[in-house]
């Protein structure tokens, strides 16, 4: 291993990260902060011992062939690591690390936003004050629906959804739940949690539905045209997880239908591509993918990106790598 190893930094981190990324390592930054180019990223995999990416690096097999034998981690800056082919990775040798924990109560922080946001109608209220069109209170006016006392259904209870829960309940909120596997009862009895098997029995019995588990290749529209069908018309979506667990597309359709009554979107099917038909619906909110966005959190972020590196750097197992079989 080289007394100082070789670092690319695909985009612009929190100014203390980057600076001590500096002090410990040979860096480059990429200091006009916009997302390497297929070519420039198979360029800097050539060169570099390790490479810290983000999801936007699309990180995938062909990309990984193009990578120079040095390249011996991928430490991503962020939790989710579903653009980058671990498998392949660890094919050849390259290990993979993420940045779980830190940015949970932060993302909790948002979706719960966002459950609140769109049955209170907060969009369209900032929206009608912004135009200058408001004439003031009136019995009717701006109507939404309550949380407190409804049925919250989070699909996917790890880290981020369990936050979610607390928090919901602290709302007033009757906590349900599906995922791979059940919890703990001493966990599930704390949140007054329902656990279903069935993903479909839990969405048709749901008033808001809150996407919280990872995007892998079992995920991946795991909320179809199928499912999404079974919600009830007065239901509400709300994702801050990723895109491509939900097909946007039927979601699209329904919300326009009023099959559904709302949803709540902080990530996107073919980010940073976002439908116009979304965009143009009064029902749903639309937030950039910012949901682990705070200071804290991106700060938190870097220190484990800097762990991560630097114990691999001293010869031991980077606390927070993932395997394939995390998928
Ligand atoms: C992550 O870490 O995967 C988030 O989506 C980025 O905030």
């Known amino acids: 291993m080289p007394d100082r190893l070789s670092v690319v930094v695909t985009r612009r981190l929190p100014e203390p990260v980057e600076t001590r990324l500096g002090e410990l390592f040979n860096v480059t930054l990429n200091e006009t902060d916009v997302p390497m180019s297929r070519d420039a990223l198979a360029e800097a995999m050539k060169g570099a011992d390790v490479l810290v990416s983000t999801l936007t690096d699309e990180i995938d097999q062909r990309m990984l062939a193009q990578a120079g034998d040095r390249l011996k981690l991928i430490a991503n800056y962020g939790a989710g690591f579903d653009h980058i082919d671990v498998a392949t990775a660890r094919q ?5 690390t993420n940045t779980p924990g830190v940015l949970t109560d932060d993302t909790a922080d948002m979706t719960m936003a ?28 701006m109507i939404g629906h309550r949380v407190t006392g409804k049925r919250l259904g989070i699909v996917g209870m790890g880290r981020i ?40 029995q839990m969405l048709a019995r749901t008033d808001v539905i809150s996407i919280n588990c990872p995007h892998t290749p079992a995920t991946y529209h795991l909320l179809s045209a199928r499912r999404l069908k079974l919600l009830k018309p007065t239901a509400y979506v709300v994702n801050t997880a990723r895109g491509e667990i939900v097909d946007e ?4 359709r329904m919300l326009k239908a009023g099959e559904i009554a709302g949803a709540a979107l902080d990530v996107f099917e073919n980010e940073a591509a976002v439908s116009p038909e979304l965009r143009d619906l009064p029902n749903v909110m639309l937030l950039p993918h910012m949901g682990s966005a705070t200071v804290e959190g991106r700060v938190e972020m870097g220190e484990k990106v800097l762990i991560n590196i630097k114990t691999f750097a001293d010869g031991h197992r980077p606390p ?7 998928l």
């Not at 049955?119 to 408001?134: I, Y």
């Not at 927070?320 to 995390?326: A, G, K, Y």
């Open 92 to 96: 050849r040798g390259v290990l993979v």
């Open 114 to 141: 966002l459950i609140l946001a769109v049955p209170r109608r907060l969009k369209e209220g900032a929206a009608k004050m912004q135009s200058g069109e408001w004439d003031g209170w009136s019995p009717l006016g």
């Open 161 to 200: 959804g369990q936050a979610v829960a607390r928090r919901a309940k602290a709302f007033g909120m009757q906590i349900h739940y599906h995922n791979r596997k059940r919890l703990h009862a001493d966990i599930e009895n704390g949140l007054e949690a329902t656990y279903w098997e069935s993903l479909d």
């Open 249 to 252: 597309n039927a979601l699209i």
């Open 320 to 326: 927070d790598q993932v395997l394939p079989s995390m």
